[in-house]
């Protein structure tokens, strides 16, 4: 493997075509749907229903997106992936109808799954190498002002242009910002894999091989992808659902105040992740990561409706969002290392993929059914069963070094 650094104008490109790829494929959405739902005669709830059926489409296709990043590279991938971007917009907003509407939108969240995130981290792996770390944790925090960026962008626009111009706007956008950025990186990554060595190592958090059995390659791949769709689960639970659960458990339009410092918490979580994180194997920054949703839930319904525990649990979760998109990158890479690293993060993403697709629904389901209060805290519940995910990965990553430590005494 190559130890060079990803350099920064390549890093600092990508953020940008993570940005845009984010926002105009996924933020962008919410701003329009309403537009989009007259213009069809659909409710918005069916429009927003086409999209979980999309992510889920998303996900199924992300481990085969990951093998083409391992086999051809993941900036030819991402080429490909922006102009697919770029098509599918196009289809959105030429589709005549519901049926050609969710066919493109399908579309899109597919083409998504060669741009965005896993994608990225990918091109990050074969240009930088064993630097790959601290440079998933840079993307993130320059990424993670899609959402700041395209919700009002998206909304100035649609002053002045129809939804299916706003879409327009952004396909021409993909193909002339994102598509040369992704084909400038296809010809770095090919150059770095001249330079590497021709047998890839296993990078551990001190840059040592993890050596695992085959069988507890197995157990811990499985556990990996559990504690991740966990996190994706209650993520996405409560971020849609984020502002009507703060009005349900009585506090008014402050809620909707001490919701906008999620944003501002996520960035600060890989601002401090930045700083320190290498100071901690990205293990334990997943253990605390998945640490920090559930007691943010604890918070909130152990002092509803005060707002000072309101403020509490929003910042613990956007810490805890914040850190959970970090090590979704780092963690695969810390402990398999450089060698099918794209086809792990895709199944990585299939995984958040689908539970964050059901989970809106099914909180939905349970706060009818339940009421509010019970369910998150079975929410809650249910986000301790990925604690317990990440912390018997670093049980079992101990049991080969006890092994090898008792033989050597021996």
Known sequence: MSDRKIPAAALWALGLTQIIGYGTLYYSFSILVPSIALELAWPEQLVFGALSASLLAG??????????????????????????????????AL?????????????????????????????IVQIGGAKAQRSITHLTLIAGFASTLFWPLTAALHEYLTWREVYLVFAAVNVAVCL????????????????????????????????????????????????FAVEGFVLSSILVHMVPLTTALGLGSAGLVVTTLFGPS????????????????????????????????VALLATTPSVAGAIAFVILFGLGSGLASIVG????????????????????????QFSSALAPFALAMAMAGMGVQPSLWLTAAVG???????????????????????????
């Open 384 to 410: 301790m069963l990925g604690i317990l995910a990440f912390s018997a990965i670093i049980l079992i990553r101990r049991q080969p070094l006890a092994s090898v430590m008792l033989t050597s005494a021996n």
């Open 180 to 227: 040369p950025i992704h084909a400038w990186l296809a010809r770095l990554s090919r150059r770095a894999d001249k330079n590497a060595s021709a047998t890839p190592a296993a990078i551990g958090s001190v840059g040592a091989p993890v050596a695992f059995t085959a069988r507890d390659r197995s157990r811990v791949f499985l556990l990996m992808l559990g504690g």
């Open 59 to 92: 996900g199924l296709f992300a481990p085969t997106a990951g093998r083409w990043a391992d086999r051809f590279g993941a900036g030819r991938v991402m080429t490909f992936g922006s102009a697919a971007a770029a098509a599918a917009l196009v289809a959105c």
């Open 329 to 352: 990158g780092t963690l695969p890479l810390e402990l398999f290392g450089r060698e099918r690293y794209g086809a792990r993060l895709g199944w990585v993403t299939a995984a958040r």
């Open 95 to 123: 589709a005549p109808g519901r049926v050609t509407f969710v066919l493109a939108l399908m579309a899109m969240e597919l083409a998504s799954a060669f741009v965005l995130y896993s994608a990225a981290f990918v091109a």
């Open 266 to 297: 996520q960035v600060a979580s890989r601002l401090i992740n930045m700083l320190f994180g290498g100071l901690l194997a990205q293990a334990w920054l997943a253990v605390i990561g998945a640490t920090l949703l559930p007691l943010g839930l």
